[in-house]
Nanobody, 118 residues
Framework: QVQLVESGGGLVQAGGSLRLSCTPS????????IGWFRQAPGKEREFVAA???????QYADSVKGRFTVSRLNARTPIYLQMNSLKPEDSAVYYC????????????WGQGTQVTVSS
């Protein structure tokens, strides 16, 4: 069964940094694409970043140059390093997984809260 567990959220001042972790279950295929999404109160969920099994990455324009998604290998957590945080980055952050070649993320973690104070 594919399961994802996020951790690392918290409260940080504007300009600070946080690192989120997404730990996939052992049954999660190494070829799956792992994405990070976020949802702020009253807003739609939005894409943040993604990484493939071969470690190709993709970012939303709003986080390019500030956030970095990484993984050491297919059996280690996926990290989202967030630097130069802004109050508008405050949201619940989710990691999700989808098979390569598909469009829909079918597996989701429970989310972790990130709050950036001004």
């Amino acid at each position: 069964q594919v399961q994802l567990v996020e951790s690392g959220g918290g409260l940080v001042q504007a300009g600070g940094s946080l690192r989120l972790s997404c730990t996939p279950s052992l049954r999660t295929p190494s070829s799956y694409i792992i994405g990070w999404f976020r949802q702020a109160p009253g807003k739609e969920r939005e894409f943040v970043a993604a990484i493939t099994g071969s470690r190709h990455t993709q970012y939303a324009d709003s986080v390019k140059g500030r956030f970095t998604v990484s993984r050491l290998n297919a059996r280690t957590p996926i990290y989202l390093q967030m630097n130069s945080l802004k109050p508008e980055d405050s949201a619940v952050y989710y990691c999700a997984a989808r098979p390569s070649g598909t469009d829909e993320y079918g597996y989701w973690g429970q989310g972790t809260q990130v709050t950036v104070s001004s």
